[in-house]
């Protein structure tokens, strides 16, 4: 497995869990929906960005 799939599944867990408590404190569906698109967008801009494998060096 990649370490972008485990850095996503790792992040798709984190947005469960903050789901749940927000479901749970009561927080309207909709938002709660809201939320979720956005955190999904951002685990995949920070899950590209960290595990991206670094260009080689480019010799002239």
Do not use: E, H
């Not at 809201?34 to 480019?58: A, E």
């Amino acid at each position: 497995m990649s370490s972008f799939s485990t850095y996503l599944i790792g992040f798709i867990v984190l947005i469960i869990g903050l789901a749940v408590a927000a479901y749970l404190l009561g927080v309207p569906q909709l938002w709660i929906g809201v939320g979720v698109i956005v955190m999904i967008g951002i685990g995949i801009l920070t899950g590209t960005s960290r595990t991206k494998t670094k260009d080689p060096p480019t010799t002239p």
